[in-house]
């Protein structure tokens, strides 16, 4: 029998104990041996609970006990969560956790430290939620050279897109209504913004290069200016409009990321990838493209990804599960060179200014709207475009970049 | 360094020393250590080919060069591969296989005879071709209690189908242009009837149960009888037409599997994995559903899974890789218990006699259609529907089963 420890009693610590507890059997079976949940660690009490005797408030109650193999790290955030996983790995108990802020920002450290101390730290439930993603990318395809991921990687974000598209409604409203429904949080800044995605491309691009590439270095846009209008242009382009992170190798070795909306094409598999549901696509050089796809948030997926981590540390003992993420910083290459079409919308009145300063693929036109036009742009530099953009001040009114329109 | 044996230099064969060479640094990498072609088994000779020194006619000097530890099977049919396999697994030699029909035949017993011999029988690439998909299910789904497996499987017959949805053409038309294509072989028989499909989901079925599921116990239908007014319908309905194979635990822990063409609701998952792809969509009763969707066949994907298998080995050592798919038969339920949703096509003239026989959910009309009708009709028994399908004899023109239509 393998003693487990939750840290954090939230939506996912709870998820974890329920599933370690509905599926006893399936997790004892393929873990070669029973998994008990030992304690609970998190600051409120839980009187009502079944899992109440279990709740405990002082973590050094868990370092100090030996029996205690394993540690899930569920509270998220960065702070007390970065010192008990510090400390855990450090006296040999390997850690699972979904806890994308803390991998994206310290991964590799605490990689390092698994490592010194014959234990792992293990992160499947980080990104895509329930979507078996890190696993397959470090043990399933190993006989690729990884060229890029392009994904859907924040449910909030593809909720709001998807009802915008669907319902022709305004960004403002899609997303009150998010919030009273719980898909988006009070304060939804880092889903929106970009930088929940912005963590776990951080996290996957360092499992592409096998070294450590900091999120602060990622392009970042995200949502809040994505217009009703915008979804009228793309569904006249044919394409839907979809929050990406994309990370891809250059012929150099180097990596470039990015999280931004993009116009994609209706054929394209991430067009089909609505809701709170993500997508990834992994392109290799043998393989060519594969895409996951599943719920990417949610308490009982999440909680079952962490599980399965539990699992694979029960089956390797104390032999170290390695996913070759090393501190040495990855070469990044400059975001202002990566080329992309990008869709314009610009002031009719300044039509033939616009079209102009663009190398222009095509016009997009919807018969509605006669304040605006708008067109693709042939592929362009990002430096390139943004410096005509920019030169054209107010008269432009947006601009998105596009996947999968040639 | 470990010292590989390839059987069979055909597409797969000549594929696998292909990524071995290509990637090499990455597989090492990977591994742990070089990967060597040592040997080619094959009944001809390449003399043009870089490898030719390396191609030999005779089993058994593989069998008894003990350097050699990993053996990939990639010649397909069941007769000597049968042989090779069980005597190299039986020298101890791990094998790596993309050959479904043998996995599908006698997959339990070469599992039982690895386990013995202290080494491996591997066959991501026997399902899916280079999409993950064995080792996800093994190996990361694994705090789930699966429920369902339901899948494109066999790429052939899904770029058939996808050519007469989208050009209106009629099956044999189609077919012609396939084997032109070399999409689909001369004989055609195992793709179109549903043999492949049905292996497959025999494989999938197995690792669901960890019992072993007999290709013959599943219901298996082609896509011989489908016409280009089938498709008219379903595009009526708002559906494609797809061959699924699917596998349910039904909840007496019994397991039920079928291969048959489908009407899928143009909102569902699979209804957007076209031409040659294969997509599989898991239902695990926490994680609700994934899907792994890519290239389900084709050289360098298939021979890229077999690699990664070969890569696994190399990394375990002696240590037996086992998937707990065991030789004792898997209880089997009855296919005539089993629910769908049909849809029924039958001339217009018995229109009220063909209504009056089943329980209908609602007409589809297609307008230029005068001489035949369609209905959907409630869900039905297998059983019952196929009771009251016979009885009207040619005055039903022909009836597919329904995904996602409610």
């Given at each position: 029998m393998i003693k487990v420890a939750v840290l954090g009693y939230g939506t996912v610590g709870s998820g974890v104990v329920?599933?370690?507890?509905?599926?006893?059997?399936?997790?004892?079976?393929?873990?070669?041996?029973?998994?008990?949940?030992?304690y609970i660690l998190d600051l409120r009490d839980f009187p009502e609970d079944p899992y109440a005797d279990k709740v405990i408030h002082d973590f050094q109650v868990i370092l100090q006990d030996a029996e205690v193999d394993i540690v899930c790290e569920v509270m998220g955030g960065v702070g007390p969560a970065y010192q008990f996983t510090k400390q855990a790995l450090e006296a040999g108990k390997s850690?699972?956790?979904?806890?994308?802020?803390?991998?994206?920002?310290?991964?590799?450290?605490?990689?390092?430290?698994?490592?010194?101390?014959?234990?792992?730290y293990l992160f499947e439930a980080s990104v895509g939620g329930g979507i078996p993603l890190i696993r397959p990318i470090c043990n399933a395809l190993t006989a690729e050279k990884l060229l890029s991921v392009t994904g859907?990687?924040?449910?909030?974000?593809?909720?709001?897109?998807?009802?915008?598209?669907?319902?022709?409604?305004?960004?403002g409203q899609v997303l009150n209504k998010a919030q009273e429904l719980?898909?988006?949080?009070?304060?939804?800044?880092?889903?929106?913004e970009g930088h929940d995605a912005c963590r776990k491309i951080?996290?996957?691009?360092?499992?592409?290069?096998?070294?450590?590439v900091d999120p602060k270095g990622i392009y970042t846009e995200g949502i809040t200016g994505i217009t009703s209008a915008d979804f009228a242009y793309a569904r006249a382009a044919g394409c839907s409009i979809k929050l990406l992170a994309a990370s891809h190798i250059q012929e150099d070795g180097s990596v470039c990321a990015w999280v931004a909306p993009f116009l994609v094409e209706m054929a394209h598999p991430l067009a089909a990838v609505n809701d709170v549901f993500n997508g990834v696509l992994v392109n290799g050089n043998m393989v060519g493209e594969v895409m996951f796809y599943g719920p990417g948030a949610?308490?009982?997926?999440?909680?079952?990804?962490?599980?399965?981590?539990?699992?694979?540390?029960?089956?390797?003992?104390?032999?170290?599960?390695?996913?070759?993420?090393s501190e040495e910083p990855a070469r990044m290459s400059s975001f202002q060179k990566i080329s992309h079409v990008f869709f314009v919308r610009a002031s009719e009145k300044a039509r033939e200014e616009v079209l102009a300063a663009f190398p222009v693929q095509k016009c997009v036109d919807v018969a509605e709207r006669t304040e605006d036009f708008g067109f693709l742009t042939q592929p362009m530099e990002e430096g390139v475009f943004a410096q005509q953009y920019e030169k054209l001040g107010d008269k432009v009114l947006g601009r998105i970049r596009c996947l999968g329109v040639q």
């Open positions: 329920e599933v370690l507890e509905k599926n006893r059997q399936q997790v004892a079976g393929k873990a070669g041996q029973e998994l008990q949940v030992a850690v699972c956790t979904s806890n994308k802020e803390l991998v994206a920002r310290h991964g590799a450290e605490l990689l390092e430290i698994a490592m010194a101390h014959g234990c792992s859907i990687l924040n449910g909030t974000t593809n909720y709001i897109l998807t009802r915008m598209d669907r319902e022709g409604a305004d960004y719980g898909y988006a949080e009070r304060n939804p800044e880092a889903d929106v951080a996290i996957l691009s360092s499992l592409l290069t096998g070294k450590n949610g308490k009982l997926p999440t909680a079952s990804a962490v599980v399965a981590d539990v699992i694979d540390c029960a089956r390797n003992g104390n032999r170290t599960i390695s996913c070759g993420w």
